[in-house]
């Protein structure tokens, strides 16, 4: 292949991502069948399905069991503020991003106890094995599932306090800092990264995602005087939401 030329499956990618993207092809209307791409195209089989492969890992069709490929609904990305805003009222991360963007957000939790896994543990600062209070939530927009989180909390700090369960007791559904300064601890700042991958069936399954869709991932920890004091992952569905961040200046 020379400098500048493109494989064929992906000139034929391109030109029904075109089609797609153009308006041609609309949402909920059925991809050209593998024999038709190969006739109108003058490609091979291998080609033809090397194509469909690359638009549905882009996320712009999806199989349909017994039925066939269709192209998807392609959903305005609605933003996911992140901001070192914090209300007076001690809300939660999801409750000041909601109350930002105007909507009115609702959320199941579950808590539990567990021994700390390795990655829990590095992050936390702690042994393996040390125990530690996960807390997994599913986050809801006008009843629409749209963001994943699991956080977990030495119980060497919280353990046997009023605030050892983060949904329940005087300040269930505060957030970390109003709840930490309560048995004296002090938070000071917080540490996020944020990344991507294929989201997990089990993800997928619970945001209405389909395999091999990407979700957008956030690390976060908070940290009084440099110990971690609580650790979160965040999961996001790429393809219907953008993390923004607003921070201020010193």
Not at 38 to 59: C, F, H, I, P
Not at 88 to 106: I, N, W
Not at 199 to 208: R, S
Not at 232 to 244: F, L, T
Request: charged share 25%; hydrophobic share 35%.
């Amino acid at each position: 292949m020379t400098f500048g030329e493109r494989p064929a499956y992906l000139r034929v990618a391109d030109d029904l991502r075109k089609k797609i993207v153009d308006g041609a092809l609309l949402p909920n209307t059925r991809l050209p069948s593998q024999a038709r791409i190969r006739q109108e195209y003058g490609v091979s089989d291998t080609v033809a399905l090397e194509a469909r492969k690359v638009l549905m890992a882009e996320g712009l069709v999806e199989g349909r069991s017994g039925s066939g490929t269709y192209v998807r609904e392609r959903p305005e990305p609605r933003r996911i503020a992140r901001t070192g805003y914090r209300d007076p009222g001690g809300s939660t991360p999801f409750r000041q991003e909601q109350a930002l963007s105007g909507v009115r957000g609702t959320w199941e939790s579950r808590s539990e106890q567990e021994g700390a896994s390795a990655e829990v543990a590095e992050r936390l600062s702690i042994e393996p094995g040390d125990r530690v209070m996960r807390t997994r939530y599913v986050f809801r927009e006008a009843g629409e599932a749209m963001m994943l989180s699991t956080s977990w909390e030495p119980l060497a700090l919280t353990g046997r306090t009023p605030v050892m369960l983060p949904e329940e007791g005087p300040l269930g559904g505060s957030g970390v800092v109003e709840r930490m300064a309560a048995i004296d601890i002090v938070v000071d700042n917080m540490a996020e990264e944020v990344g991507c991958r294929p989201g997990l069936a089990e993800e997928l399954l619970a945001l209405g995602g389909v395999p091999g869709h990407t979700v957008l991932t956030i690390h976060r920890t908070y940290f009084a005087s440099g110990r971690p004091v609580e650790t979160a992952d965040v999961v996001v569905p790429a393809d219907r939401y953008r993390v923004a961040y607003h921070l201020p200046v010193k």
